[in-house]
């Protein structure tokens, strides 16, 4: 089974940029895409951003142009970039993988942005 590792969260103030790892181990397939959500108490699961096998990228419109997600296939692991973070961006993030869907989720990130 898969299992993954979120990190690199934190405390920024806003305007700031913060990278979050997440890291894989276990029988990964790089064919599988990769994404990140995010959530806060009493809220949905928020998507984020995901990457395909062939590093094609998505973005949620609320992180569009800010966020960069990434990927280093032989590591295993997939990274966030998160420049110009907003309050708002305050949230526990996790990283998620699976073959059709995300069926494997981390155990999450604090990020924390001050204003």
């Known amino acids: 089974q898969v299992q993954l590792v979120e990190s690199g969260g934190g405390l920024v103030q806003a305007g700031g940029s913060l990278r979050l790892s997440c890291t894989a181990s276990g029988s990964i397939s790089s064919r599988n895409p990769m994404g990140w959500y995010r959530q806060v108490p009493g809220k949905q699961r928020e998507f984020v951003a995901t990457?395909?096998?062939?590093?094609?990228?998505i973005y949620a419109d609320s992180v569009k142009g800010r966020f960069t997600i990434s990927r280093d296939k032989a590591k295993n692991i997939v990274y966030l970039q998160m420049n110009s973070l907003k309050p708002e961006d305050t949230a526990v993030y996790y990283c998620?993988?699976?073959?059709?869907?995300?069926?494997?989720w981390g155990q999450g990130t604090q990020v924390t942005v001050s204003s």
């Open positions: 990457i395909t096998s062939i590093n094609s990228t």
């Open positions: 998620a993988t699976g073959r059709t869907f995300f069926d494997t």
